[in-house]
């Protein structure tokens, strides 16, 4: 596509919840990061993959996080038993390489826990 | 540990005048420096990078950015502000050392707000 699309826009979920967040990135793009977006606060890095290689999850809060990428490109930031605290927009960004010095953003993924 | 400031949560600026959003940073080498933009229910929108060289970096709808080493500075600005520019910027760095993005900071943001 165009550039890199994020799905759903929006997501409302029970506490307690498990949910799913997919990223398309730019094709050919090596580099994909998962970024937290909470509110009055900077971008909050979560994980990123570099190609086929094992992902660097350095920056995920919690192991109710995961992501994986499957075959290159899309890929799903995963919340296991969802708390409010998650409540923030999850936004996916892609580069052409690791070493990439401009990234492109996703519009982001509105999550609220209730 | 490198660091990025955005002292101002918000800068009200009158359209047509002048516009500034401050960003200072910390870095142990040699900084790479971003601007972001924010609209709306958007994604980060690239403006603008400081990687080597010039330190007037010109970057998208008219924005450009100095990059000062003393004062460790890399403020953005626009000659005449548009009601369109309204949004939220982010200032973004990272050392020069290998890596990518997960070795970007961001700043919280700051918005801007062009009034009529």
């Known amino acids: ?10 997501k409302v979920t029970e506490k307690g919840k498990d949910v799913e967040l997919r990223c398309d990135p730019i094709s050919g793009h090596t580099a994909l990061y998962w970024y937290r977006q909470s509110l009055g606060q900077g971008l909050e890095f979560l994980i990123y993959f570099q190609g086929n290689s094992a992902p ?3 920056g995920l809060p919690s192991d109710r996080f995961s992501a994986e990428r499957t075959g290159g490109s899309v890929s799903t930031l995963t919340i296991q038993r969802t708390q409010q605290e998650d409540s923030a927009v999850y936004l996916c960004a892609s580069s052409l390489s690791l070493g990439g010095t401009e990234a492109f953003f996703g519009q982001g993924t509105r999550l609220t826990v209730v | 540990a490198q660091s990025v400031a955005q002292p101002e949560d918000q800068v009200n600026v009158a359209e047509g005048n002048p516009l500034t959003v401050k960003c200072t940073y910390s870095v142990s080498g040699n900084p ?4 972001y933009v924010q609209y709306p229910n958007r994604g980060l929108q690239f ?5 080597t060289g010039d330190n007037l970096v010109k970057g998208s709808y008219g924005f450009e950015a100095e990059f000062n080493k003393s004062q460790t500075s890399f403020h953005l600005k626009k000659p005449s502000a548009l009601v369109s520019d309204s949004a939220l910027y ?7 050392g290998s890596g990518g993005y ?6 919280t943001g700051t918005k801007l707000q062009v009034i009529p």
């Open chain 1, 56 to 58: 660097d999850k350095s």
């Open chain 2, 90 to 96: 982010f200032c973004a760095v990272r050392d020069d």
């Open chain 2, 32 to 35: 790479y420096l971003f601007w």
């Open chain 2, 102 to 107: 997960q070795k970007v900071t961001f700043g």
């Open chain 2, 47 to 51: 403006l603008l990078k400081y990687i």
């Open chain 1, 1 to 10: 596509g165009a550039g890199v699309s994020q799905s759903p826009s929006n």
